[in-house]
């Protein structure tokens, strides 16, 4: 750790936290995840579904979906709906957005497959990223 290191500990996230039930649903894709990627991940977590900010939010990062047991790609999942790369970096722009917005959010720590995780639960932020990733 250099001296003007960011790293930031943030409490563990407790079994009776309404975020702890929804990561039920997401946690054999999460950890699919956490096994192809190197970054820091951050979940948002929401009702039977999650999105993860991979990498270094709101810079350079990537996004992913977590959902009925699968894993998707935001950017694949744009060009398979036949978006080009100008949009594309748009919406992840609005993302990038939607994320800075909401960085006073709370934020809590989970353990998954021996990596920590940050986790975001916050409606707005879910919504946000929601109606962008709909948009496609």
Do not use: W
């Not at 979940?43 to 992913?64: C, E, Q, R, S, T």
């Not at 790609?73 to 398979?80: D, Q, R, S």
């Amino acid at each position: 750790m250099g001296l003007f290191s960011k790293k930031v500990v943030y409490p563990e996230l407790g079994d009776d936290h309404p975020a702890a039930k929804q990561f039920e649903s997401i946690e054999t894709p999460l950890k699919e995840l956490i096994g192809q990627v190197s970054g820091p991940l951050e979940i948002v977590p929401a009702d039977n579904h999650a999105y993860v900010f991979i990498g270094k939010p709101p810079k350079k990062f990537g996004v992913a979906v977590l959902e009925d047991g699968t894993i998707h790609n935001f950017v694949a999942l744009a060009k398979e709906k036949g978006l080009g790369n100008p949009k594309i970096l748009a919406l992840v722009d609005e993302l990038g957005d939607a994320y800075k917005q909401n960085q006073d959010s709370e934020r809590f720590k989970k353990t998954v497959s021996g990596k920590d995780v940050v986790v975001i639960p916050c409606q707005k932020l879910e919504a946000q990223v929601a109606q962008i990733i709909q948009s496609i």
